[in-house]
């Protein structure tokens, strides 16, 4: 089995109108066997949010490096991080591990200075793709590809997002045995950033 | 740099507090020419005389108003060997920032790394301070886009600045430049005044070929030195 099987995760980010949605499901395991059902994937970073699935301790790892590094930018430069200079940063922060790598497969989302949607995706070198519909990663991305292509529509609202977001990563994680056992689903707007949970199958 | 014999710093405090050499340093600089920076309210531009020793030098290969990143630009009074290993740090700075970041270094950024570079030469071993006086000019990171006229000093000490001057006759540049200084002047304004300012103090006549201009805009943010025939037209506009 991958390394980067080890753990399981399965993270969705999807753009919308001014809006941004990312979600993840919630099992941590030990291959077959399932740890916690409560292991959290997606961290925020002001307006950014990075999901990271992989191995867990690389993703506890890069996650406080990214906050040490964005609060040290904040405090030099007196601005926050936009997406695209923070999904440049974690790029960097990748390659510069090139031959000995983090096990981790990131996306980024969020909004930039102008509530535009910013998303990206990278591999655990640091290669980066930008895209304008959505971004996966995981143990189950050919469902999660799947069920995105299906159902993804541009310019939807944030409620229509969060529901297609929350069906996509549905459906995907029940066809996986290393994912799901719940999920969290972040909705980004100009005007703030609604989480919430959802109860899915506990297997 | 600090090897075994000289590991320890040559800049030492003096009974009274001071760091003469650092004094020293700016002595330098006040021997320099003259250098000045105005801050206007849609840009920033900075200026120098470039007059040399003899009429035999070649004036248009000596650049002194050097571009640091699309963004930023330096101009300086007294060492010149001093001030390009200070650009060349800088633009090396600017480079890796961009490399990290995939942003241009904002001019805040890159003066508050300059400065630390020409503090780090009056605390460590076997060096002296830099000889010059930076005068960086730039726009700001902040959502207004405001314009910045930044001074480093030899110490590392930097300021920001609506308008001032170093090197020779830099106090008789200020009060000029105090008594013409208005908040809401325009790129354009600032260029004519830039210009009378340094004819103030001028031996001899000013032309466009031994004068240099650095002018930033708020309207595309990139710095550019502005050509000879660019400096007749502003020159020839102020007679």
């Not at chain 1, 609202?157 to 290393?178: G, I, M, N």
């Not at chain 2, 630390?116 to 726009?139: C, D, H, K, N, W």
């Amino acid at each position: 089995m991958s390394i980067l099987e080890y753990n399981g995760a399965a993270i969705i980010a999807m753009s919308g109108k001014n809006c941004v949605g990312i979600a993840c499901d919630k099992r941590l395991g030990a291959q077959a066997q399932t740890v916690s059902c409560d292991f959290r994937k997606v961290f925020q970073y002001n307006k950014t949010f990075v999901g990271l699935a992989g191995l867990a301790t690389d993703v506890q790892t890069m996650s406080s490096l990214l906050k040490f590094r964005k609060s040290l930018y904040e405090l030099r430069e007196e601005r926050e991080m936009s997406p695209k200079v923070l999904s440049n940063l974690l790029s960097n922060l990748l390659y510069e591990k090139r031959f000995g790598p983090y096990f981790i497969e990131p996306v980024v989302a969020g909004l930039d200075e102008n509530n535009e949607p910013f998303l990206s995706g990278m591999d655990l070198i640091g290669a980066p793709v930008y895209t304008d519909d959505f971004v996966v990663t995981g143990t189950a991305t050919a469902n999660m590809y799947g069920m995105c292509e299906t159902l993804y529509k541009k310019d939807m609202e944030p409620e229509e997002l969060f529901e297609t977001l929350s069906q996509a990563l549905l459906a995907s994680v029940d066809r996986d045995a290393l994912s799901g056992w719940g999920a969290t689903v972040h909705i980004v707007t100009k005007d703030g950033i609604i989480t919430r949970e959802l109860k899915a199958r506990q297997d | 740099m600090g090897d075994s014999a000289y590991s320890f710093s040559l800049t030492t405090f003096s009974r009274t507090g001071k760091l003469l050499q650092i004094e020293y340093a700016l002595n330098a600089v006040a021997n320099g020419r003259t250098s000045l920076g105005i801050c206007a309210k849609d840009g920033v531009v900075i200026a120098t005389d470039k007059k040399l020793s003899s009429s035999l030098v070649d004036l248009d290969q000596v650049s002194k108003i050097q571009k640091i990143n699309e963004g930023s630009g330096f101009v300086y009074s007294g060492l010149g060997p001093d001030y390009r290993v200070l650009v060349r740090k800088a633009r090396k700075s600017a480079q890796s920032y961009h490399l990290q970041y995939r942003e241009h270094k904002p001019v805040s950024q890159l003066v508050k790394s300059t400065a630390s570079v020409m503090q780090e030469y009056t605390q460590s071993g076997g060096v002296r301070p830099f000889g010059v006086s930076l005068l960086v000019a730039g726009i700001d990171a902040d959502a207004n886009k405001t314009p910045r006229l930044y001074q480093v000093d030899p110490s590392g000490a930097y300021f920001a600045w609506k308008a001032t001057a170093v090197g020779k006759n830099y106090i008789n540049a200020k009060n000029f430049l105090e008594k013409r200084y208005q908040d809401d002047m325009e790129l354009e304004d600032a260029i004519h005044t830039a210009l009378l300012t340094l004819r103030e103090g001028f031996e001899g006549e000013m032309t466009k070929d031994n004068i240099e201009v650095g002018i930033v805009s708020q309207t595309d943010g990139k710095f550019r030195v502005l050509t000879p025939d660019q400096i007749q037209d502003y020159l020839d506009e102020t007679s």
